[in-house]
Nanobody
Framework: QVQLVESGGGSVQAGGSLRLSCTVS????????MGWFRQASGKEREVVAALHTDISDAWAAASVSGRFTVSQDKAKNTAYLQMNSLKNEDTAMYYCAARPRDYSGCSLLFRPDYWGQGTQVTVSS
């Protein structure tokens, strides 16, 4: 049973920071591609970032590049999304996601098999 448990959301003023965490159980963490997605009210879900857990290559979407970064603690089977300089338009439900890595590796185009429960991020002016 694969489980992704995420936390760290909340309400923050514009310009502030939050760090989301996603802890994996039921699967070998280092064999996964990890990613973060978000969905704002009335908008389509979009990819935010992706991570190759074995080699720690990471990618961020253009909309958050320079503000959001991905890191991990492999010993804790946990990936992190550090969100700095938050803007009102970052308000969304954020979802951690994972997919067993195959020959194609990992990228922002990966299609997750497993999803976290979501955590709300609200940025206020």
């Amino acid at each position: 049973q694969v489980q992704l448990v995420e936390s760290g959301g909340g309400s923050v003023q514009a310009g502030g920071s939050l760090r989301l965490s996603c802890t994996v159980s039921g699967y070998t963490y280092s064999s996964l591609c990890m990613g973060w997605f978000r969905q704002a009210s009335g908008k389509e879900r979009e990819v935010v970032a992706a991570l190759h857990t074995d080699i720690s290559d990471a990618w961020a979407a253009a909309s958050v590049s320079g503000r959001f970064t991905v890191s991990q603690d492999k010993a804790k089977n946990t990936a992190y999304l550090q969100m700095n300089s938050l803007k009102n338009e970052d308000t969304a439900m954020y979802y951690c996601a994972a997919r067993p890595r195959d020959y194609s590796g990992c990228s922002l185009l990966f299609r997750p098999d497993y999803w976290g429960q979501g955590t709300q991020v609200t940025v206020s002016s």
